[in-house]
């Protein structure tokens, strides 16, 4: 018999300011009924993601069930910390074609319809929910 054991992890927490997510809210609802994509800018740190900027990135490409566009055409920049893209129907859950695509950066933020503070959440790599805040500034 195997026993495992369960390592407690702590997790980081994603901490989106006010802008950010109005930000993020405000394109999704101008980009319906197609997907909205956008890029993270922010910092990081042991205990939490911070994102405080949105950039709209060049050549994305999106219609009502895919978003995207290509990471090589993005100049480098250390403070895009990920993407975020909406979902215009269904929930805000990473889809199979979220996960198996490439991931950039360190957070993928998904919105779904009707776009509120409700609806945005924050995924890692695997696809793990991370706790997500929303602060007036950070
Ligand atoms: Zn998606």
């Known amino acids: ?23 993020i809210i405000t394109y999704s609802k101008a980009r319906h009924p197609n997907e909205a994509i956008l890029v993270l800018q922010g910092g990081q740190n042991k205990e ?58 360190f957070v993928s933020v998904i919105i779904s319809h009707p776009y509120e503070d409700e609806t945005i959440a924050a995924y890692d790599r695997n696809g793990d929910k991370y706790e997500l805040k929303i602060v007036e500034s950070a």
């Open 48 to 105: 939490q993601i911070v994102i405080d900027g949105l950039v709209i990135p060049p050549f994305a490409s999106s219609g009502p069930f895919y978003s995207g566009f290509p990471i090589h055409d993005l100049p480098f920049d250390g403070s895009y910390i990920g993407s975020a893209h909406s979902h215009p129907g269904g929930s805000n859950r990473p889809s199979l074609e979220d996960l198996n695509r490439g991931f950039y950066g």
């Open 1 to 23: 018999m195997i026993f495992k054991t369960q390592q407690p992890r702590t997790r980081r927490k994603v901490v989106i300011t006010r802008q950010a997510a109005d930000g």
